[in-house]
Every structure is written in structure tokens, then in C-alpha cells.
């Protein structure tokens, strides 16, 4: 059953450039993009409980890594994506160290404070980013020497295979026993403890899975729209990645995409209509919290219990014969 | 004899109160060690400093001659220190099976998922069982398991027949005895003296933070002022 909604999800995105315009295929691509980058950081918050308000900056350090390399070094959108895996590991290691054994709200504003650096460094050091106007001039990417990704449904079904296949890397991480051990921690981090878990080293491998395809979903946007920017490290980009996450519901991996898929929708379609799209977006989130603590994914967990607390009533009925 | 715990003048402060003050204790291969002692004398404390959960100010402790002092929890259990927590401290979501094998460690000739179903039929039956829907002796008997699993050196057991109905805590003494006739080395902390003087080699009594009477347990059972004096028990 699983498998069968996959496929036809996958044959679905497959079909998009025949069913819409080149403009709303490069919507559903910013959408798997986002997506991705949502799915992995709701493996740090809902997976390993480490709510980060930085995770934009695995997403700009890997648009930079694999941007720089496709100008400087190769145009092989390989080696431009495993550049910015590594340069997210790079990233993650150390940050990682730092911060996991804090949690909490100490790990958040150090999140915050690591992205923050690292957008005023991408501003400043202009002479290898472009400073706040941003990498231009990244050519076309390279599926094999001489075959560059030019055309808009070439790029988009790159993005299509490459976000499927990490997204089955970061379902199985968070399906492994590794991820349910994650999830023990945070239910109970001393429980686990006290049954010989090095709990600092369980979140920490789910920091750098986090980080190094966050990094992957960054050099991805680049491949697809040639451009990277500080705005790609920001902190808007940061706290939209944990909205995604909480509309979606932080439970449940897929949440993250179908959240991704409304916030960049009603952003493209909306912003230019209304200057207050946030507003909007902010209305949503209030009310979402409000009535769907669990998030739009959380909302089947939600109707199955409702299901099964009548069934269980209509069965004690029955049995105690009184109406 | 050879000590499988060793605690040295054991202090623990918490703010102005100071808890433990200077506790010596030793458990030995294969002995079973019974602590009595009325509420708030400091004994679950000192199964928490043991296990890691709080720090201890000064002193030291042991496991097998291995110093464990300050060190963090997974470190000390997975030295070989396994707690039965008072309260039992089970996730209820998770089925007797997946409790069970949620810390097991291989040990030879150790404990296995079928010895402890073995031991405890009642969970085999409900392997696939929530633990969280169990009665609260069926879940210490998970609470157990899982302790046995971690194949530990010592097993501490803090007031395991708490909230218990009379029948289930025969059952539980049943278990305990079959643990220690298999040669485990075990510290109960009970509130149940009848339950922690059948199990146990030796005796000790614990006031205001410090031992105030070591014995074994045969001289406890012979005389009565013992646990009169100490206890405030008729």
C-alpha cells in the first residue's frame, strides 16, 4: 500500500510537465526543493527534538559549495552536489559537537547564532560569494560531459529523482532503529540513559543526516535556478523551513512535503496579489496550532483515534445489552 | 569475597540539604543486599547517585573495581549497572517485545528473550501487548526484564512491590528468587520487609543519610528491636 501511493506519487511528478506550464513545473520543483530541506529538518525537530531556527544555513552553504564548484572547478552536477554534501558535513560536525548536548532553547538560539554568522559572512566576503547581489553567472549543470541540464523540464527531472531518492534515504533513517532509538530520547532522554543509549551521540548523528541533506536540498536549488544568496542562509528562510515543519506536523516526515507544497504555493500565487502574504501565512499557522496540534499529517492519526473510540464504545454498548 | 559494588563515603548535596552523608556499602558477587529505610532518608537518592541520575558531591563507587564516579548515565549502564526505577519509568507506547529488547545486550550464557520469557510466561503471552495497558505488576515484571536484558552485574531494584496488590508481590518475591539463586547480584531498596528480608544475604538500615545498622539478615530476622529502633516498627 505504502509502496503503491509512492509510485503513484512519483509517476504523478514524473507526468507534471505534460499537465502544466514551464512556470507551475518550476513551482513543483521549488516546492520538492523546499520539501526536502523541511523533511530534514523535521528529522532534528520531530525525530530528534532539536528545534533549530538556523537550518537555512546548510541550505545557503550547500547552494554556495555546489555554485563555486560549477564555476570554478566542473560543471558535473555530480561533483557540485556531493561538494555540497560535503561542505554540510564540514558544517555539521563541528556545529553538531558544539551544540546537540545543549537541547532545548539553548540549542535554538545557538542554531540562530551559527546561521547568523554565516549569512553576515556570505554578505561580507564579497569577493567569493558576490556579496548581497548574490552568485551569479553559475552555468548550466552537467548530467555526463556534454550533456548540460539547459532546459527547464531537464533540470526539473533531475530535481524529481534526486529528491526521491533522498527522501527514501531520510525515510529509512528515521524508520532504522536508530531513528526510534532518536525518538526514545526525546521522549525521555535519562530513560534511555539508564538502558546505556549515549544519547548525545544519537542526536548527533541526526544533526549531520539533518544537515548534510539540507546542504544537498541547497545545491540542488542551484542546480535548478543557477543562483545562490545570503537570503539562501537567512533567517527568514530558517523560520519559513520551521513553519513548513509545524503546519506539517513535525510526527511525520511527509507532512513536511505537503506543507511545503501549500507555504510555496500560496507564496508564489498569493504574493503577488497581496503584499501580506505573511499575514496570511501567519493566520494559518495560529489557527493550525490552535486546532491541529498535531499538524495537517496529524489530522489522519487524529480521525483513526476518533474512529477507534466509537468503535470502542459501540462495542461496550453492545456487550453490557443496555442502549 | 570480591565486591561487585563499592561505595566509599558517599556524600550528595542538593542546595542548603545535604542528603547522603558518608556512605559506605559494599555488595558482593552474588549477594543480594536488602536497604530498609523510613521515607526521605536519602535511599532512592543514592540509587539515583549509583545510577548517574544525580551527582554525587564527594566519596566514590565502584563497579567491579571499575571507578564510575561522575560518570554520565548511559556510560555507567553500560558498565554493567541495570535499575529496576521506582515507578517502573516504561515508555506505555511501546509492546512488552520492543521494552524488552529496547537495551538488550548480548552477554554468554546471559539472558536471552526466551530465558526472561522463561522467567516471566505472563509476558510471553503478551508480547505484542502496549505495556502502557498493563496492570502495575505485570509492568514491573517488563520493568524487570528489561533490566535483565541489559545482562547486568548488579541489578538495583528501587521499592519494586510499590502500589502492588499482596498477591503480585508474592509473585515478585517468586521472580526475585529465582534471579538470585541464579547467582545475580542484586540491591533492593524496600519498603516491603518481608519481601526484602527473603531475598536478601544481608541487612541495611539507612537514617538521615548515613548506614545506621549492617547486619545479615539472619540477625535482623532474629531480633526484632532491629527494625523497632531503626524503623519505628511495633
Redesign the interface.
Known sequence: MRWVVRLAVLALLMAIPFIVNEYRVGLVAQILIFGLAAASLNVLVGVAGLPSLGHAAFFGVGGYAAGLTAIHLTQSVWVCLIMAALVGAVLAVPAGLLSVRLGGITFLMLSLAIAEILYSASETWRDVTGGSDGLSGIPSLELFPGFALDLVVERYYFVVVIFAVLYMVLRRFVDSPTGWSLR?VT??S??????????NRYRFVAYVVAGVVGAVAGGLNVEYSRFASPEDLGFALSSLLLVIVILGGRKRLEGAIIAAAIIVYIRQELSSQFNTWEFGLGLILVLVIYFLPGGLSGVRDQVVKALARRRALRVKTTEGGTP | MSYVLEVRDLHLRLGASHIIKGVDLTVGEGEAVALFGRNGVGKSTLMHAL???VRASAGSFLLSGEDLTGK????I??AGLA?V?QGR?I?PTLTVQETLT??A?KAAGGWTLERVYDLLPRLAERRKQHVGLMSGGEQQMVAIG?ALL?NPKLLLLDEPSEGLAPRIVGELGEVMAALRSDGLSILIVEQNLELGVNLADRVLIMDMGRIVHESPVQEFRDDPSIAHRHLGIL
Open positions: 526514545g521522549s525521555n535519562e530513560r534511555m540513559a539508564s538502558m546505556g543509549y549515549d544519547v | 545510577m548517574g541520575l554520565p548515565i548511559d556510560r549502564a553500560r535499575i526505577p519509568r515508555f529496547l537495551g545486550r528489561r541489559r
